[in-house]
């Protein structure tokens, strides 16, 4: 079964830092995009950044140049470091895997970002 676990999320002082970890774990098959995506109270789940295989990278335009995705395929980890971190990034932040070949997407269960003003 394949689970993936979110680490990292607190909460922080506006201006602050913070680095998101994502391990995937029980999967016999190469891992595809990654990604992390938000939802804040309230609102709908939102792109945060995405990270193919080959270390393409896409962003959100509210994250772009201040988050920074990256993915170490040996580990079967990807990451998320936030940086300038602003109140409106308050949000429960979700890892998603997508099988390199196949179809399917996974999910893991979310990490809470508090950012303070």
């Known amino acids: 079964q394949v689970q993936l676990v979110e680490s990292g999320g607190g909460l922080v002082q506006a201006g602050g830092s913070l680095r998101l970890s994502c391990v995937v774990s029980?999967?016999?098959?190469?891992?595809?995009?990654m990604g992390w995506y938000r939802q804040a109270l309230g609102k709908q789940r939102e792109l945060v950044a995405t990270?193919?295989?080959?270390?393409?990278?896409n962003y959100g335009d509210s994250v772009k140049g201040r988050f920074t995705i990256s993915r170490d395929n040996a580990k079967n980890t990807v990451y998320l470091q936030m940086n300038s971190l602003k109140p409106e990034d308050t949000a429960v932040y979700f890892c998603k895997a997508r099988p390199l070949i196949g179809i399917g997407e996974y999910w893991g269960q979310g990490t809470q970002v508090t950012v303070s003003s």
């Open positions: 990270i193919g295989s080959s270390g393409s990278t």
């Open positions: 029980g999967s016999s098959f190469r891992l595809g995009v």
